[in-house]
């Protein structure tokens, strides 16, 4: 699929852009805090209605204004789409061709988008909240249902722990509306568990291939989910999932009540990366985990295209810069213009040049992007 329109206004410091995009690969240069973020976080919202930065969107109105808006002309291999997010104080509106969706889950998926930036290094020693993140907005840009499960757990899951806070300090404990929260959630649980089971298998492939084509073959790297409810297995059906998730839940509730918190779910569940079965995360060294992280956007790449059947757009955000020849190489080889990338840099050192054949320039500058013709690079 292709971006090949896209307005801003009032996005963080992106007063009024509106530019063109080359089908390609098109490469943004403009020194620090001038918007190259800003304007890579603003395409992968107008797919997501989400950003990477921020779980506050006021946050992305720029300062002194009421709202931001963001629109884009989409191309895929049978229609071509208009897409359009507003952001106000009171929350978000979203359109598909002029027409509004009542739910934001009907409109998130027309437009896919794989974003790379130095923070995915994070992926791999930050804390499993990052890895959980990463999982909800991966698998819910590319699957309705998961999106629906996962934001229904989410909700369950702050009843359910309002409820157990209220319990820790009463003398008669209704266990029944628990047990109805409990059955809820634990439904919920199972089709977000088996989901992640089902991507991660995926994910788990592609990424091993990816790994070994990086690191020219040297380690094996593997990708694992691990839930935090025990007894759960990959090949369980949801139903099974749901027994075990649900008996945890009476086994463990005397427990919970003490502490007023849902102990375990996929709240608390884990990724693991391995090379050659020891894990990554405490031994990879720096190179290792770029290549990790690399390897892991390269099977997102493949996981949207398998289940949507369109390549999403590639987001490079400063990375590459932080690539060396070889794996800036393996990269954008691998993809052999299937995609249509977006890269970010202050600077054209560090970019090898020979790899990307004519890309399209712009420079960028308080918030401006402009068209930059011939540009001489080495
Ligand atoms: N809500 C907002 N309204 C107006 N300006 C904002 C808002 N949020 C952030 N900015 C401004 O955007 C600028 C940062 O833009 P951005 O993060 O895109 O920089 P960058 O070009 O990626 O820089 P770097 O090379 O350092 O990564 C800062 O000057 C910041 O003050
Ligand atoms: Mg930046």
Known sequence: MLLKR??????????????SFDPNVNIFIGKNAQGKTNLLEAISFLAST??????????LIAFGQEYAK????????QVELDLR?????????????????????????????????????????GAPAVRRRFMDQEFGQ????????ASNYRQVLQQRNNYLRQLQFKRDKDLIFLSVLSDQLAGLAAEVIVRRFQYLTFLNQVAQKAYSQISEAREVLTLSYRPSIPGISKHDSTEAVYQTVKAYFEAQQAQEVKKGTTLAGPHRDDLEFDLDGSNAHAFASQGQQRS?????????????????HEYPLLLLDDVMSELDHD??????????GKT???ITTTDLTGISWEIIKQPRVYHIAAGKIKFVEGVEHG
């Open 327 to 336: 794996r800036q190489r393996a990269l954008l080889g691998y993809l052999h």
């Open 340 to 342: 249509q990338t977006f």
């Open 50 to 59: 989400r950003s990477h930065r921020t779980s506050n969107d006021k946050e």
């Open 70 to 77: 963001l629109s884009g002309t989409v191309q895929k291999s």
């Open 142 to 149: 590319v699957n309705a249902s998961y999106l629906y499960y």
């Open 6 to 19: 896209f307005l801003a206004q009032h996005f963080r410091n992106l007063q009024d852009v509106d530019v």
């Open 85 to 125: 997010v507003l952001i106000n104080k009171k929350g978000k509106k979203v359109w598909v061709n002029h027409l509004e969706q009542a739910k934001i889950s009907a409109y998130v998926g027309r437009l896919n988008v794989v974003l790379f930036s130095p923070s995915d290094l994070e992926l791999l020693k």
């Open 292 to 308: 990790i992280a690399l390897s892991l956007k390269l099977a997102e790449i493949q996981l949207v295209q398998h289940l949507t």
